[in-house]
Protein backbone atom coordinates (compact mmCIF):
# COMPACT_ATOMS: atom_id res chain seq x y z
CA UNK A 1 0.00 0.00 0.00
CA UNK A 2 0.81 3.31 0.11
CA UNK A 3 2.83 4.80 2.71
CA UNK A 4 2.62 8.10 4.61
CA UNK A 5 5.26 9.27 6.66
CA UNK A 6 5.40 11.53 9.92
CA UNK A 7 7.88 13.56 11.58
CA UNK A 8 8.67 13.95 14.53
CA UNK A 9 6.83 10.65 16.62
CA UNK A 10 7.86 12.28 19.53
CA UNK A 11 7.91 16.40 20.83
CA UNK A 12 8.17 18.03 23.92
CA UNK A 13 7.90 21.83 24.28
CA UNK A 14 7.69 24.79 26.17
CA UNK A 15 4.46 26.54 26.78
CA UNK A 16 4.07 29.35 24.54
CA UNK A 17 6.25 28.56 21.80
CA UNK A 18 5.41 26.79 18.31
CA UNK A 19 6.03 23.25 17.16
CA UNK A 20 5.90 21.72 13.15
CA UNK A 21 4.53 18.38 12.68
CA UNK A 22 5.60 17.09 8.94
CA UNK A 23 3.14 15.06 7.34
CA UNK A 24 4.98 13.57 3.75
CA UNK A 25 3.13 11.07 1.19
CA UNK A 26 6.69 8.96 -0.17
CA UNK A 27 5.04 7.07 -2.80
CA UNK A 28 2.24 9.21 -3.81
CA UNK A 29 0.72 12.28 -4.70
CA UNK A 30 -1.58 13.88 -2.47
CA UNK A 31 -3.55 17.03 -3.13
CA UNK A 32 -5.52 16.57 0.18
CA UNK A 33 -4.01 14.90 3.60
CA UNK A 34 -6.41 14.95 6.71
CA UNK A 35 -4.64 15.89 9.72
CA UNK A 36 -6.42 14.53 13.24
CA UNK A 37 -6.07 14.78 16.67
CA UNK A 38 -6.59 12.00 19.17
CA UNK A 39 -6.47 12.81 23.01
CA UNK A 40 -6.05 10.34 25.41
CA UNK A 41 -8.59 7.12 25.36
CA UNK A 42 -10.76 9.19 22.53
CA UNK A 43 -11.65 9.15 19.06
CA UNK A 44 -9.51 10.81 16.08
CA UNK A 45 -11.26 14.27 15.80
CA UNK A 46 -10.97 15.35 12.10
CA UNK A 47 -9.24 18.68 12.83
CA UNK A 48 -8.59 20.11 9.14
CA UNK A 49 -8.35 19.40 5.86
CA UNK A 50 -5.33 20.36 4.33
CA UNK A 51 -5.27 21.72 0.20
CA UNK A 52 -2.64 21.63 -2.03
CA UNK A 53 -1.59 24.79 -3.03
CA UNK A 54 -4.74 26.86 -1.24
CA UNK A 55 -6.14 27.22 2.36
CA UNK A 56 -6.93 24.43 4.94
CA UNK A 57 -10.47 23.76 5.96
CA UNK A 58 -10.38 23.51 9.46
CA UNK A 59 -13.17 22.14 11.63
CA UNK A 60 -15.39 23.78 13.46
CA UNK A 61 -14.40 24.77 16.63
CA UNK A 62 -10.71 24.28 15.51
CA UNK A 63 -8.36 27.50 15.69
CA UNK A 64 -6.80 28.47 12.45
CA UNK A 65 -4.39 30.59 13.89
CA UNK A 66 -3.75 28.26 15.86
CA UNK A 67 -3.24 25.45 14.29
CA UNK A 68 -1.17 26.88 11.05
CA UNK A 69 -1.40 24.12 7.89
CA UNK A 70 0.71 24.68 4.88
CA UNK A 71 0.23 22.35 2.10
CA UNK A 72 3.01 23.70 -0.86
CA UNK A 73 3.88 20.44 -2.13
CA UNK A 74 2.33 17.76 -3.70
CA UNK A 75 3.80 15.49 -1.16
CA UNK A 76 4.21 17.62 1.97
CA UNK A 77 1.70 19.29 4.66
CA UNK A 78 2.70 20.59 7.48
CA UNK A 79 0.96 21.48 11.03
CA UNK A 80 2.11 23.81 13.29
CA UNK A 81 0.44 24.57 16.74
CA UNK A 82 1.82 28.38 17.80
CA UNK A 83 1.73 29.44 21.67
CA UNK A 84 1.16 25.60 22.47
CA UNK A 85 -0.38 24.98 25.96
CA UNK A 86 -0.68 22.02 27.73
CA UNK A 87 -4.20 21.38 26.30
CA UNK A 88 -2.47 21.17 23.30
CA UNK A 89 -0.83 18.02 24.24
CA UNK A 90 -2.35 15.01 21.73
CA UNK A 91 -1.58 12.85 19.53
CA UNK A 92 -1.98 14.30 16.27
CA UNK A 93 -1.90 12.16 13.13
CA UNK A 94 -2.54 12.96 9.32
CA UNK A 95 -3.94 10.66 6.49
CA UNK A 96 -4.20 10.59 3.28
CA UNK A 97 -5.77 8.90 -0.01
CA UNK A 98 -3.53 7.43 -2.97
CA UNK A 99 -5.21 8.79 -6.15
CA UNK A 100 -4.24 5.60 -7.78
CA UNK A 101 -6.02 3.37 -5.62
CA UNK A 102 -9.70 3.33 -6.74
CA UNK A 103 -10.54 1.43 -3.57
CA UNK A 104 -10.38 4.75 -1.68
CA UNK A 105 -8.65 3.42 0.79
CA UNK A 106 -6.59 5.94 3.34
CA UNK A 107 -3.32 5.79 4.65
CA UNK A 108 -2.26 7.04 8.57
CA UNK A 109 1.07 8.76 9.11
CA UNK A 110 2.78 6.92 12.44
CA UNK A 111 1.11 9.63 14.49
CA UNK A 112 3.51 13.00 16.61
CA UNK A 113 2.88 12.59 20.18
CA UNK A 114 2.87 16.29 21.65
CA UNK A 115 3.47 17.22 25.45
CA UNK A 116 3.53 20.77 26.51
CA UNK A 117 4.95 21.43 29.75
CA UNK B 1 -21.86 16.96 8.05
CA UNK B 2 -21.67 12.60 8.79
CA UNK B 3 -22.01 11.46 12.28
CA UNK B 4 -21.07 7.96 13.13
CA UNK B 5 -22.00 6.04 16.35
CA UNK B 6 -20.11 3.29 17.90
CA UNK B 7 -21.26 0.70 20.61
CA UNK B 8 -20.37 -0.86 23.15
CA UNK B 9 -17.72 1.64 24.18
CA UNK B 10 -16.54 -1.49 26.07
CA UNK B 11 -16.75 -5.27 25.37
CA UNK B 12 -15.03 -7.91 27.49
CA UNK B 13 -15.25 -11.50 26.01
CA UNK B 14 -13.95 -15.31 26.48
CA UNK B 15 -11.14 -16.32 24.57
CA UNK B 16 -12.95 -18.16 22.03
CA UNK B 17 -16.29 -16.82 22.30
CA UNK B 18 -17.12 -13.95 19.22
CA UNK B 19 -17.14 -10.05 19.31
CA UNK B 20 -19.98 -8.08 17.70
CA UNK B 21 -19.21 -3.84 17.38
CA UNK B 22 -22.04 -2.16 16.04
CA UNK B 23 -21.84 1.32 13.92
CA UNK B 24 -24.54 3.81 12.64
CA UNK B 25 -24.10 6.77 10.42
CA UNK B 26 -26.43 9.36 9.38
CA UNK B 27 -24.89 10.46 5.84
CA UNK B 28 -26.91 8.48 3.13
CA UNK B 29 -24.15 9.79 0.61
CA UNK B 30 -21.54 7.62 2.35
CA UNK B 31 -20.31 4.63 0.73
CA UNK B 32 -16.99 3.70 1.93
CA UNK B 33 -16.88 1.86 5.23
CA UNK B 34 -13.49 1.00 6.93
CA UNK B 35 -12.76 -0.58 10.71
CA UNK B 36 -9.51 0.01 12.29
CA UNK B 37 -7.72 -1.31 15.19
CA UNK B 38 -5.23 0.95 17.03
CA UNK B 39 -2.61 0.24 19.93
CA UNK B 40 -1.97 2.56 22.48
CA UNK B 41 0.31 5.58 20.52
CA UNK B 42 0.05 4.13 17.32
CA UNK B 43 -1.59 4.85 13.96
CA UNK B 44 -4.90 3.07 13.28
CA UNK B 45 -4.54 -0.35 11.40
CA UNK B 46 -6.65 -1.61 8.70
CA UNK B 47 -8.35 -4.99 9.56
CA UNK B 48 -11.50 -4.85 7.24
CA UNK B 49 -13.30 -2.33 4.69
CA UNK B 50 -16.70 -2.53 2.68
CA UNK B 51 -18.05 -0.36 0.23
CA UNK B 52 -21.48 0.04 -0.33
CA UNK B 53 -22.27 -2.22 -3.42
CA UNK B 54 -21.22 -5.23 -0.85
CA UNK B 55 -23.49 -6.52 1.90
CA UNK B 56 -20.85 -8.54 3.27
CA UNK B 57 -17.06 -9.03 3.72
CA UNK B 58 -14.90 -11.82 5.50
CA UNK B 59 -11.12 -12.38 6.02
CA UNK B 60 -10.51 -15.37 8.07
CA UNK B 61 -11.79 -14.25 11.36
CA UNK B 62 -12.64 -11.16 10.91
CA UNK B 63 -16.29 -10.23 8.93
CA UNK B 64 -18.27 -7.06 8.05
CA UNK B 65 -21.59 -6.17 7.45
CA UNK B 66 -23.36 -3.44 5.68
CA UNK B 67 -26.95 -2.60 6.02
CA UNK B 68 -27.29 0.80 3.80
CA UNK B 69 -31.37 1.15 4.19
CA UNK B 70 -30.92 0.90 8.32
CA UNK B 71 -27.41 2.36 7.51
CA UNK B 72 -25.64 0.34 10.37
CA UNK B 73 -22.35 -1.91 9.92
CA UNK B 74 -20.87 -4.34 12.07
CA UNK B 75 -17.90 -5.64 12.76
CA UNK B 76 -18.05 -9.83 13.53
CA UNK B 77 -14.40 -11.36 15.09
CA UNK B 78 -14.65 -15.41 15.48
CA UNK B 79 -12.25 -17.20 17.80
CA UNK B 80 -10.89 -14.52 19.36
CA UNK B 81 -7.49 -14.82 21.13
CA UNK B 82 -5.88 -12.06 23.19
CA UNK B 83 -3.74 -10.60 20.92
CA UNK B 84 -7.45 -9.70 19.71
CA UNK B 85 -7.41 -7.11 22.82
CA UNK B 86 -7.30 -3.24 21.52
CA UNK B 87 -9.03 -0.76 20.67
CA UNK B 88 -11.57 -0.63 17.51
CA UNK B 89 -12.92 2.33 15.56
CA UNK B 90 -15.58 2.06 12.78
CA UNK B 91 -15.31 5.27 10.06
CA UNK B 92 -17.31 6.36 7.14
CA UNK B 93 -16.78 8.94 4.48
CA UNK B 94 -18.12 9.53 0.82
CA UNK B 95 -16.35 8.79 -1.86
CA UNK B 96 -13.34 11.47 -3.78
CA UNK B 97 -11.62 13.20 -1.39
CA UNK B 98 -13.44 13.25 1.51
CA UNK B 99 -11.99 12.66 5.55
CA UNK B 100 -13.32 9.96 7.24
CA UNK B 101 -15.58 10.31 10.26
CA UNK B 102 -15.11 7.65 12.74
CA UNK B 103 -16.79 6.31 15.91
CA UNK B 104 -15.89 6.96 19.27
CA UNK B 105 -13.98 3.24 19.68
CA UNK B 106 -14.74 0.25 21.47
CA UNK B 107 -12.03 -1.56 23.44
CA UNK B 108 -12.21 -5.06 23.24
CA UNK B 109 -10.65 -7.38 25.92
CA UNK B 110 -10.41 -10.76 25.44
CA UNK B 111 -9.74 -12.89 28.39
CA UNK B 112 -7.77 -16.03 28.21
Known amino acids: GAVVSQHPSRVICKSGTSVKIECRSLDFQATTMFWYRQFPKQSLMLMATSNEGSKATYEQGVEKDKFLINHASLTLSTLTVTSAHPEDSSFYIC?????????????FGEGSWLTVV | GENVEQHPSTLSVQEGDSAVIKCTYSDSASNYFPWYKQELGKRPQLIID?????GEKKDQRIAVTLNKTAKHFSLHITETQPEDSAVYFC???????????FGKGTRLSVIA
Open chain 2, 91 to 101: AASRSGNTPLV
Open chain 1, 95 to 107: SARDPRDLGNTIY
Open chain 2, 50 to 54: IRSNV
